[in-house]
């Protein structure tokens, strides 16, 4: 076992699951599930039927096509995309404790979340996991690629592998949320490359990423991917916002 992993097996031994609330950091009964209180549990949209046959983004009732408007307008590399919960201000504030705070077992949680969307929407044949990839000095400076984390415990949980080397982001990049929507996409041109193309050829792959939004990273990861004439990419986001 390498040194990582041995420190993942330590951090799982000595966090106490559901113990607290994932959220206010209440006391919970150990049953409750996702480690949320049922009051935050209710702060939750869970994303449910009503969805983008596309990219899994909530579509308004009142809304009468298949596709989100962004999907119609934009030609996605990825076969389909599916998400937990609606980025809201809970959500926003749970993804930062993981990503700036270092509080690492939210990952377990969202992982738990994404596990379930991906039972009820029957996706149980993965070859390979693959988390998008953050810039190598970015990872050491964090200390942890968030999707990673999540895509280990997604890896455990339905016994697929996760390959985090195949698919590497070669640049730095400035963070989308700052950039207008023509500089978002010039931002990750040619940011991502496949290593080997021969190990993702007609398989099945699923990339994991945190939160999705315009889907801009995530084409830019499938794109690459695509080179190596995958059978599918699927897409598992914890998060994403609504467009409609
Ligand atoms: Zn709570
Ligand atoms: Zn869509």
């Not at 919960?85 to 949680?109: F, G, I, T």
């Not at 195949?166 to 640049?171: D, T, V």
């Not at 193309?197 to 699923?206: A, G, R, T, V």
């Amino acid at each position: 076992m390498k040194l990582d992993a041995y420190i993942d097996t330590f951090l799982d031994l000595i966090y106490p699951r559901n113990i607290y609330c994932l959220l206010c950091n209440k006391s919970i009964q150990k049953t409750e599930k996702y480690s949320l209180c049922s009051s935050c549990r209710e702060k939750i949209e869970f994303i449910k039927d009503k969805t983008c046959e596309k990219c899994g983004k909530p579509l308004d009732d009142f809304y009468i096509l298949k596709e989100c408007p962004d999907c119609i307008k934009t030609k996605h590399y990825f076969t389909k995309g599916f998400s937990c919960v609606e980025y809201n201000d809970p959500m926003k504030e749970l993804v930062h404790k993981l990503k700036y705070k270092n509080q690492r077992y939210v990952a377990y949680h969202m992982a738990e979340m994404m596990i379930d969307k991906l039972k009820r929407q029957k996706i149980d044949f993965i070859d390979y996991i693959v988390p998008v990839p953050m810039y190598k000095e970015k990872e050491k400076n964090r200390g942890f690629n968030q999707s990673y984390l999540i895509s280990k415990y997604i890896g455990k949980a339905m016994n697929w592998k996760v390959e985090k080397k195949n698919l590497i982001k070669i640049k730095d990049t400035n963070p989308q949320n700052q950039l207008t929507k023509d500089e978002r996409k010039d931002n990750l041109k040619n940011v991502f490359m496949i290593q080997s193309k021969e190990q993702f050829k007609d398989q099945n792959i699923l990339l994991v990423d945190d939160v999705y939004t315009t889907g801009n990273t995530t084409d830019a990861c499938s794109k690459e991917i695509k080179k190596s004439d995958p059978k599918n990419i699927w897409v598992i986001s914890f998060a994403t916002g609504k467009n409609i």
